[in-house]
């Protein structure tokens, strides 16, 4: 059974930084594209980044313009571990954020089969 389970989200100042973890069960990974995505209340999910197997075992990654310059995403398929590091926190960056995992993965959330619970980041002003 496939698990995504996700941690390091919490309460920060704007300004501060959070570093996502997202571990991933129940199957090999190493050419799946998998991301982050978040949801702020009353707003759709939106995707934040993603790194996306390509040949030669060379991974892209690509994020979503407002988070560039700011996040960076990071695998580790020896830890089954995806990461997500968050600096120059804004409040607009409050959401809850999900990592997800699919072969075929891309910017759209519904590319995307497999999904963790969320852990929720809040970014105070």
């Known amino acids: 059974q496939v698990q995504l389970v996700e941690s390091g989200g919490g309460l920060v100042q704007a300004g501060g930084s959070l570093r996502l973890s997202c571990v991933a069960s129940?199957?090999?990974?190493?050419?799946?594209?998998m991301g982050w995505f978040r949801q702020a209340p009353g707003k759709e999910r939106e995707f934040v980044a993603a790194?996306?197997?390509?040949?030669?075992?060379?991974?892209?990654?690509y994020y979503t313009n407002s988070v560039k310059g700011r996040f960076s995403v990071s695998r580790d398929n020896a830890k089954s571990t995806l990461s997500l590091q968050m600096n120059s926190l804004k409040p607009e960056d409050t959401a809850v954020y999900s990592c997800?995992?699919?072969?075929?993965?891309?910017?759209?959330?519904?590319?995307?089969?497999?999904w963790g619970q969320g852990t929720q980041v809040t970014v105070s002003s």
């Open positions: 790194t996306t197997w390509s040949r030669g075992s060379i991974y892209y990654a």
């Open positions: 997800a995992a699919d072969p075929r993965g891309t910017y759209d959330s519904d590319d995307y089969n497999y």
């Open positions: 129940g199957r090999t990974f190493t050419r799946y594209t």
